[in-house]
């Protein structure tokens, strides 16, 4: 007993080993996982049809911080300043409950099993096709982290001021191309973005006192009409003219000068990205296969870290010291083995 029990905890945090991702990966210990976070995506959908758009952009939050680990979904502890209160997240990021229902409803049909970081992979896959975009297998199997760090998102994720060149070279790091960088961001099909991300852009681009002139100029009166100077920054607009709708009009709207965000428009302003632009904007089908590519190896995107299935998404498992006799029930011990 005592070594089944050891050898349960040692499987039941992973130490630094990377996970090998694979479709299917639920296949014999959940096999209704998939359709257990697509059932709840759907009645997200019908709640609030936004509130897709802000899980799927969970995905790019969750994997560009310490790859796709869930670490984002970490509440702030006495002794961890953890990322929901970053510069990019705090006061944006939202519809995180979508997450907790996905995860109690795993909870009761396979309890222990799904990762958060998987939660999302699959949540974000399903925001996607359920608002008329691609539909498309995900590989599964990564586990969730037991730390989260603030600084770590400030130090990467990047503003809405950002321009094309910054975000070749940022995405690169990731080993995304610009390809990748520009139909990645064909995400901003969906969803919404506050006046706070665009005043500088209406009213004092790059310190000049003056709007982004590549701003269209009936586009921008209705920008200025949404946002006026003193305007409560936290009022929405959307980020494409469709914005239920996945599909290719955010790029139409980038080449008509109507883009939402300077990261948006400067997509078509730089000669490097300019091209994907024009080719998303003029063929949904290639924006789509380029889309679904990106998602793909954003989703790969991992780094060597201990790591565990969560039972709550907002909070790492306490962990009980291994010397203790009574540290698990045997029912819970039996549950973890199986799962491992
Ligand atoms: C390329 C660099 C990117 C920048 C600079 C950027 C920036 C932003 C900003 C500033 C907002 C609005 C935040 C607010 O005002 O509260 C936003 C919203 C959004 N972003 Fe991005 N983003 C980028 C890439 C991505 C990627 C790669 C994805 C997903 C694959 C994504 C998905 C979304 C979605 C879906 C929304 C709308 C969320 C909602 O309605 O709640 N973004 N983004
Ligand atoms: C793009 O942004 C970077 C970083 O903010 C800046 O250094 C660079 O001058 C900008 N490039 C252009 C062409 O505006
Ligand atoms: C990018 O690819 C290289 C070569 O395959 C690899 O060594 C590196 O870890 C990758 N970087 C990321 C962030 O995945
Ligand atoms: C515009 O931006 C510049 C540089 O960031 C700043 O010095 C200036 O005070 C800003 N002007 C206004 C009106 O906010
Ligand atoms: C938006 O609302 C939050 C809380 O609801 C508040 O703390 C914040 O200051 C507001 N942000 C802006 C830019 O007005």
């Given amino acids: 007993m005592t070594s089944l029990f050891s050898l349960c905890l040692l499987q039941y945090i992973r130490i630094g080993a990377v996970a090998q991702l694979r479709p299917h990966y639920y296949s014999e210990t959940c096999s209704e996982a998939e359709s257990v976070v697509r059932d709840v995506m759907k009645e997200a959908l019908i709640r609030e049809a936004r509130s897709l758009a802000s899980v799927m952009r969970f995905q790019f939050h969750d994997c560009f911080v310490n790859g796709c680990d869930a670490s984002m979904l970490l509440d702030d502890t006495p002794t961890m300043l953890g ?71 400030d130090n990467v994720m990047p503003s809405p001021r950002a321009n094309a060149t910054f975000l070749i070279d940022l995405f690169a790091k990731f080993n995304l191309s610009a390809k990748d960088l520009v139909a990645l961001s064909g995400s901003h099909s969906i969803g919404q973005a506050r006046c706070f991300s665009i005043m500088f852009r209406l009213y004092n681009q790059s310190g000049t006192a003056r709007p982004d002139p590549a701003i269209e100029p009936k586009f921008r009166e209705k920008l200025n009409k949404l946002c006026p100077l003193n305007v409560d920054q936290n009022i929405t607009g959307d980020l494409d003219a469709t914005p239920v709708v996945f599909d290719n009009q955010y790029f139409k709207d980038l080449v008509s000068g109507s883009g939402f965000l300077n990261s948006d428009q400067t997509l078509f302003t730089f000669p490097e990205t300019k091209g994907f632009v024009q080719q998303f904007s003029s063929d949904q089908e290639e924006f789509f296969k380029a889309f679904v590519e990106g998602m793909i190896k954003m989703g790969d995107l991992q780094v060597e870290q201990p790591g565990e299935v969560r039972r709550n998404c907002r909070v790492v498992n306490s962990h009980r010291p291994a010397s203790a006799n009574t540290c698990m029930s045997i029912e819970e011990m039996v549950n973890v083995c199986m799962k491992t």
């Fill in 83 to 153: 990322e929901k209160l970053a510069l990019a997240n705090i006061n944006s990021l939202r519809s995180y409950e979508v997450v907790d229902e996905a995860k109690e409803a795993l909870e009761k049909v396979c309890p222990g099993v799904v990762s958060c970081a998987d939660i999302i992979i699959m949540a974000s896959r399903d925001a996607v096709a359920l608002t008329g975009g691609p539909d498309w297998g995900v590989k599964l199997g990564r586990l969730d982290s037991l730390s989260a760090s603030q600084e770590a998102s």
